[in-house]
């Protein structure tokens, strides 16, 4: 929810190229305090200047909630729906 929240306040052109919904996974390494160490793309959405601006903004969104504990793994995929809004 922590980086959704933040994409939503971006505006990113490139979601009216999407002919409908569209998945992007991403990988988010934190530490306990959650501090993100590492973000990678793991899903495209096809449309780079989708994924580089979720990206970025996964890189600025730190730090994140603290994590639970899950036996000290650190890494978490992030599943992202972007959908074109249609008036």
């Known amino acids: 929810m922590h980086l959704?929240?933040?994409l939503e306040t971006l505006r990113i052109p490139a979601?009216?190229?999407l002919?409908?919904?569209s998945?992007?996974?991403l990988e988010?390494?934190?530490?306990?305090n959650g501090a993100l160490t590492r973000a990678r793309v793991i899903t495209s959405t096809g449309i780079e200047q989708i994924d580089s601006a979720t990206y970025r903004t996964a890189l600025s969104a730190s730090p994140y909630p603290?994590?639970?504990d899950q036996g000290?793994?650190?890494r978490f995929e992030v599943q992202l729906v972007f959908a074109?809004?249609?008036l």
């Open 66 to 68: 603290k994590p639970p």
């Open 23 to 25: 998945t992007m996974g």
């Open 4 to 6: 959704a929240t933040r």
């Open 19 to 21: 002919a409908g919904p």
């Open 28 to 32: 988010l390494q934190l530490l306990e």
């Open 72 to 74: 000290g793994k650190n």
């Open 84 to 86: 074109p809004s249609r």
């Open 15 to 17: 979601i009216k190229e």
